[in-house]
C-alpha cells in the first residue's frame, strides 16, 4: 500500500482542461488501484507521495512540512504557456513566471503531458532524469459515441438544426486558443453553426477580454456561446458536432482533444509541431485559418472522408485510454515510492 495526496485547486474554477485531467486521473486510481493506492485531498498528514497538480502558495509552503514523502508535481502549463492567456504587468508576470519554475523546482520529480516539454523543462534548469511522459486520458464512461436517436435528441435541446453542419470549439475563451480564427470562419460561413463551449476563467485578466466579450455577448447569428458547459453535457456537445476545431495556438496535451476522439467526432486542429509527438494521424492539421476553411469544406463535402476521421479519432482514443496510463501510473508510483 502507497499512501497518496492529491494536492489540487484544479477545480475551483471550472472549464478549465487542467480540471479535467485531475478528474480522470482521481477516478481512475480509485477505480482501478482501491486499495494499492488509497487517496487523500489536500490534506497535510504523513504520506508516501504528495503528488501536487496546481501551484497554489499554500501548497508550495507545504513542500515544508515534515511527513510529505515523494513530492510529485504535474506540469500542466509553463511559462511560455501563460503568455497569451494571461494579461499581468510586465514585473508582476515576471514574479509570476518565477515563482512557476520555482514551484517546479522544489518537486521531487516532475510529470509533463508532452514529451515536447522535457527540453523545455532542462532548459530552465530541470534535470532531465527528474522528468516523466505520461499522457493524459478519458474515460469512456464519459466521452463516449451516441447513437443517432440520441445525437438528433440533443440537437432539438440544443436548438441545433438537425440538418445543420456544426462545427464545435471547446476551451476558455481566450486568444491563446484562437478563438478569433472561430468567431472568423462563423462570419465567413453563415450556412454553418459554430458553437463554442467555455468562458472567461481568468475574467478581466484574460488577454483580450474586452473585445472577445462583445462578440460573445453578441455574436453572429450562426455561432453560440453556451458559456462553460458541465461536464456531464459535454459529450452530448461533442456528438453533435460533425466536426471537432481547435484552433489554439498553444496547447500542451488538449483534453478536449482527447473527449473528441473519444466520441469519435472529426477532428482538426491547428498545426502545431507539439502535436506531432503525440496525435499526429488522427486528425486533420491546418496552418492557418485558410486551411482551416478548406479542411471544413471538405470534411462537409466528403462522406467517405469525414468516416475515416471517426475511425481515426476513436482509434486515438484506444491508443490513449484508461486501462493504458493506469498502467504508467501504477508503474510511476511505484518507482517513485522505493525512491530513498
Known sequence: MIKITMFSAAESVPGQGVGSAYRELVNLLEEKFPEKFPLKFNKYSKTDISHYHTINPTFFLSTFLPGRGRKIGYVHFLPETLEDSIKLPKPIKRLFYWYVMTFYKRMDHLVVVNPTFIDKLVDLGVKRDKVTYIPNFVSKDTFYPMSNDQKRAWREKFGIDQDAFVILGVGQVQERKGVWDFIELARQNPQWQFVWTGGFSFGAMTAGYED?????????????????????????????????????????????????????????????????????????????????????????????????????????????????????????????????
Open 212 to 340: 472577445l466579450k462583445k462578440v460573445v455577448d453578441n455574436p453572429p447569428a450562426n455561432l453560440s456561446f453556451p458559456g462553460i458547459v458541465d461536464r456531464s453535457e459535454m459529450n452530448a456537445y461533442y456528438n453533435v458536432a460533425d466536426v471537432f476545431l481547435l484552433p489554439s495556438y498553444t496547447e500542451l496535451f488538449p483534453m478536449s482533444a482527447l473527449e473528441a476522439f473519444s466520441t469519435g467526432t472529426p477532428t482538426v486542429l491547428r498545426d502545431l509541431d507539439l502535436y506531432k509527438a503525440i496525435i499526429e494521424g488522427y486528425y486533420l492539421p491546418a496552418k492557418n485559418r485558410e486551411e482551416m476553411q478548406t479542411k471544413l469544406e471538405q470534411i462537409n463535402e466528403d462522406d467517405a472522408l469525414k468516416e475515416k476521421l471517426s475511425q481515426d479519432a476513436l482509434a486515438a482514443s484506444d491508443r490513449y485510454s484508461a486501462d493504458n496510463v493506469a498502467k504508467l501510473w501504477e508503474k510511476f508510483y511505484t518507482e517513485q515510492a522505493e525512491v530513498k
